[in-house]
């Protein structure tokens, strides 16, 4: 059943997939939304991103902006695979739910709001879909998928993968990145040819960084560079550790001051 709090709807959805699947999602939107958001958790994560987005979601409803959050296949309640999900996938995956919020939410352009995992194919997809871009919201994002996934792991040298892990990969269709999260051969594959950093000039929307948004494996320096390549407005957050519950204040207060800037 839907909860309404105020003029605020909130209810239970699903995102059909380009390719079929079912994947996991929540609404909430107030009532005549004046923007849109889509938000992508994390690597191993799952739509609510450890409470923040569910919390992120109810402060932007107050504001006017409707939002969407959707499990990433094979993560929460969604169906699929870790280890089938590939960059391309996940780029479907933001198409999917973007048109979702046009059919059923609000026409227009959507903020893409994402964290790690999700950061640098949202990226990615701003500078190959602008007119469906109205802003960008990047949490620790994760620009570099090559030297993440393979050049700083010691299963690989060289651009190749050594004999034991390899053996692993076939054995078990998937390598351990994290206790929550793994990676298949379709990614492992795309991560040295799909580049997200190449196109950040192109990106027209306008970008905020936060760095530091919760404890994240992704050096501030990535961030640093990632905002230095952009030739669109933009503008770097960092948030100083101890990363307790007390970063998502300023997180969202940056955020909700992005969206609804005038850029």
Request: charge should be negative; charged fraction near 20%.
């Amino acid at each position: 059943m839907p909860v309404h709090t105020a003029d605020v709807v909130q209810r239970t959805t699903t995102v059909r997939g380009h390719d079929g699947l079912r994947l996991a999602a929540t609404e909430v939107v107030p009532g005549d939304p004046r923007r849109t958001a889509l938000l992508l958790h994390g690597e191993g994560a799952d739509r609510d991103q450890g409470g923040f987005y569910a919390r992120l979601a109810g402060e932007l409803a107050q504001l006017g902006v409707a939002t969407l959050r959707v499990d990433l296949p094979g993560h929460g309640d969604s169906e699929g695979t870790q280890a089938e999900l590939s960059l391309s996938g996940l780029l479907n995956v933001i198409s999917a739910a973007t048109a979702h919020l046009r059919e059923h939410v609000a026409d227009g352009p959507a903020t893409l709001v994402a964290t790690g995992l999700t950061g640098g194919v949202s990226a990615g997809y701003a500078a190959r879909r602008g007119a469906e871009v109205a802003k960008v919201v990047l949490f620790n994002p994760l620009i570099d998928y090559q030297e993440h996934f393979a050049d700083t792991n010691p299963a690989w040298s060289g651009g190749f993968l050594d004999a034991e892990a390899g053996r692993a990969l076939l054995a078990d269709g998937h390598l351990r990145v994290s206790d929550t999260f793994v990676v298949g051969r379709a990614m492992l594959n795309e991560v040295f040819w799909l580049q997200p950093r190449g196109v950040l000039p192109v990106v027209t929307a306008p970008t905020l960084v936060v760095h530091g948004a919760g404890p994240t494996g992704v050096p501030v320096s990535s961030s640093r560079t990632a905002v230095e390549a952009l030739t669109c407005p933009s503008r770097l957050v960092e948030i100083a550790p101890p990363f307790d519950a007390h970063w998502q204040a300023p997180a969202i207060r940056v955020t909700t001051e992005w969206l609804l800037a005038e850029h």
